[in-house]
């Protein structure tokens, strides 16, 4: 296999390695230093790049090289064979800003550079990146400011870049360029890549300010394969210059609504061009509708990722350019099981849709939820999968409210509305109060009345009624002619009666 197969179809996530297995890995830092060049202890980028010898892999992490301030002024540019030099890794790009005629230069065989974003701020006749021979370059974004032959990015022998984006704002600069090595042939490959010119240029400047230039010269034939490439420039969106060596142009699914051919330079068109005009969402992301999306060509060299770092096909195609356009996650009904008093199993479905993707189930006991489990997270490429999470310290009978929520670059999903009840506490008997039973009352018992002389003292009387058992009710005090004052007169129920009355005893209160 190939280097440049081998970059393209290298899996996602990692530090893309060249063909021939690395020799060591080289770390650098903004503020690195010394000569150790670990992880631990970084050094500079000049001191990573120019010590790595062949196979070496040199990380820049996600740091940032040089400033508007204070550019850096030397060319990176590996000397050894199959280097490469990467960013952290894709969607984490190292930053390089620089003054150098070529901030990066990858010359020599093997090389491969990833994961970077490159600003060129000089204004003078330089380019952003260059690439030669048989080296590669994925995941890119370069932009240059500089006039007169400045180009973002230009590919000389048999070079590859992919996933790329070449902008030119300077007026008479070139978005990207193909040219010819000293021994030629050259067939450089541009795939997945948008080349941007902002600046019109004055009539009659046709081979400067074009978003895609091929131009040869004498013994250096120069044929550019573009395939899902974007070309747009309010000049030329592709230029072919043929000197007395061929040049041209082979397209298959690109965007370019203007080719302009000078002294014999030729364009094949394959499958899929396009002259519809490219419409943007954001730096260069195509827009919704754009002609860009779904129109491209899916396969292999294609790769997994794009630019950004998302999935390089989302959708029924890929898209054409350095991106796809990211669409937001797909977060499904949730379902409730093993709900008790206290807890339950949420469980849904997520489908990150080609980018990294946070998740989490929201809950509580009402449409404001108010609770959230913790962030998970489903990865670029994972497919549409099931997810679940363990709620607790839930209240016993009680409705409760819940829904699954993802969020990615493009936008958050918020699941339907789901409602669950937790079963109610059980109900604990209290024993009835015991009842004190009201006694009933014994029947009245009967008594014989007995007789009592008239005139018996009142403690004799009531002895006598005592003895027959019978009820003694109140005194009652009457007068009397003939009983002396504090002896029975007589009783209230006659003598001989059988009576369950209570019986009182009328005694004298003294004569009248």
């Known amino acids: 296999m190939t280097l440049r197969s081998t970059l393209l179809l290298a899996a996602a996530g990692t530090a893309l390695l060249p063909a021939?297995?690395?020799?060591?890995?080289?770390?650098?830092?903004?503020?690195?230093?010394?000569?150790?060049?670990?992880?631990?202890?970084?050094?500079?980028?000049?001191?990573?790049?120019?010590?790595a010898t062949s196979g070496d892999d040199v990380d820049l992490g996600t740091g940032t090289y040089g400033s508007t301030a204070s550019p850096l002024?030397?060319?990176?540019?590996?000397?050894?064979?199959?280097?490469?030099?990467?960013?952290?890794?894709?969607?984490?790009?190292?930053?390089?800003?620089?003054?150098?005629?070529?901030p990066v230069a990858i010359t020599m065989a093997g090389g491969a550079v990833s994961d970077l974003t490159i600003r060129q701020l000089s204004t003078a006749n330089h380019r952003g990146l260059l690439l030669s021979g048989d080296t590669t370059a994925t995941r890119v974004d370069v932009r240059v400011v500089g006039t007169g032959g400045s180009s973002a990015c230009q590919l000389q022998g048999n070079a590859v870049l992919a996933d790329a984006l070449c902008v030119a704002t300077g007026q008479y600069a070139n978005a990207l360029s193909a040219s010819g090595t000293l021994s030629g042939p050259n067939a450089p490959t541009a795939r997945n890549v948008t080349a941007v010119v902002t600046t019109p240029v004055p009539a009659g400047n046709d081979n400067f300010g074009n978003a895609i230039s091929v131009f040869s010269v004498a013994t250096r034939p120069t044929t550019l394969r573009l395939v899902n490439?974007?070309?747009?420039?309010?000049?030329?969106?592709?230029?072919?210059?043929?000197?007395?060596?061929?040049?041209?142009?082979?397209?298959?699914?690109t965007v370019a609504d203007?080719?302009?051919?000078?002294?014999?330079?030729?364009?094949?068109?394959?499958?899929?061009?396009?002259?519809?005009?490219?419409?943007?969402?954001?730096?260069?992301?195509?827009a919704p509708g754009s002609a860009m999306v779904d129109a491209g060509v899916t396969e292999p060299a294609n790769g997994l990722l794009d630019l950004q770092g998302v999935a390089r096909s989302?959708?029924?195609?890929?898209?054409?350019?350095?991106?796809?356009?990211?669409?937001?996650?797909?977060?499904?009904?949730?379902?409730?099981?093993?709900?008790?008093?206290?807890?339950?199993?949420?469980?849904?479905?997520?489908d990150p849709r080609g980018s990294a993707t946070t998740y989490r189930f929201e809950y509580g006991p009402t449409a404001a939820y108010g609770s959230r489990t913790p962030e998970r997270?489903?990865?670029?490429?994972?497919?549409?999968?099931d997810v679940a999470e363990t709620i607790a310290g839930l209240t016993a009978g009680t409705t409760y409210h819940a829904r699954l929520v993802a969020t990615n670059t493009a936008g958050t999903a918020t699941g339907p509305d789901l409602t669950f009840a937790t079963p109610p506490a059980p109900v604990t008997a209290t024993p009835a109060p015991a009842v004190t039973p009201t006694p009933t009352p014994a029947p009245a018992r009967a008594c014989t009345v007995p007789r009592v002389k008239r005139g018996t003292t009142l403690t004799a009387a009531r002895r006598a009624l005592t003895r027959a058992g019978?009820?003694?009710?109140?005194?009652?005090?009457v007068r009397s002619r003939t009983v002396r004052t504090g002896r029975v007169v007589g009783l209230s129920v006659a003598a001989?009666?059988?009576?369950?009355a209570a019986v009182a005893v009328r005694v004298s209160r003294g004569r009248r």
């Open 258 to 286: 203007d080719i302009s051919l000078a002294g014999g330079g030729y364009a094949l068109g394959g499958a899929g061009n396009t002259a519809a005009a490219p419409t943007y969402g954001g730096d260069y992301l195509p």
């Open 314 to 350: 989302i959708g029924p195609a890929t898209d054409i350019g350095a991106f796809e356009r990211p669409l937001a996650p797909v977060a499904d009904a949730a379902t409730a099981e093993a709900v008790t008093q206290t807890g339950a199993g949420l469980r849904s479905r997520v």
């Open 377 to 385: 997270t489903a990865a670029t490429l994972d497919p549409a999968r």
């Open 20 to 51: 021939s297995a690395a020799a060591a890995t080289r770390h650098a830092a903004p503020d690195g230093a010394g000569t150790a060049c670990t992880q631990a202890a970084p050094c500079s980028l000049t001191t990573a790049v120019s010590g």
């Open 496 to 500: 001989g009666r059988r009576t369950t």
């Open 229 to 253: 490439a974007v070309a747009d420039s309010p000049n030329h969106d592709i230029r072919v210059v043929q000197d007395t060596a061929t040049a041209g142009v082979v397209r298959s699914f």
């Open 470 to 477: 019978c009820r003694i009710a109140a005194t009652r005090r």
């Open 73 to 102: 002024t030397t060319s990176i540019q590996p000397t050894a064979l199959d280097v490469h030099v990467h960013g952290a890794g894709p969607g984490r790009r190292a930053t390089i800003i620089s003054t150098a005629v070529d």
